[in-house]
């Protein structure tokens, strides 16, 4: 398991969803996150990886990108003294932080699982991927583990076939050449 300092891509921009603030200001606060150590996401780690991301976008006050909560806001707005549509500079600063957390995922991701989500666009839905990718593959090693307990070879478990009646061909083959058998 490699682990890498997360440092910042670019700087970070604070979330803002007071909407004539941001139609007053283009620049719109920015802070930089801290350089931390995360380990890279592989097909054994999920969980830790996760334990690992969630306080830390948490701090940042970014969680809302990767679960949602923080939507995509709409592209135009409304201006209510001339009655016109013009175009909304929150829209612009979502993409950009959003595209800030797809580049720090995409950079702690192994390249076997990076393969899998190269495709989505935003963070959650990279997200979202994740947890339906390992959430499924937990899933299938319970019901596979599930089902080799229950196996049986007529009155006997797979454990007692597999050790019982071998033991007797493990010792056999100690005795004369296993290929005779």
Partial sequence: MVSEPLTHVTQMAYSSTNTSDAATNDNLPLVSPPAINVTKLSKDNYHVWKAQLIP????QGLFGYLDGTIPIPPK???VAETSS???NPLYEHWQRQDAIIVAILFS???ESILIQVVSHTTSAAIWRALAKSFSQSRARVIQLRTELVNTRKGAQSAHDFFYADHAHD???CCCRPCSSL
């Fill in 170 to 172: 493990r010792r056999a």
């Fill in 85 to 87: 549509v013009t175009f």
């Fill in 56 to 59: 830390f976008f948490y701090g």
């Fill in 76 to 78: 135009e707005v409304s």
């Fill in 108 to 110: 702690i991701i192994s």
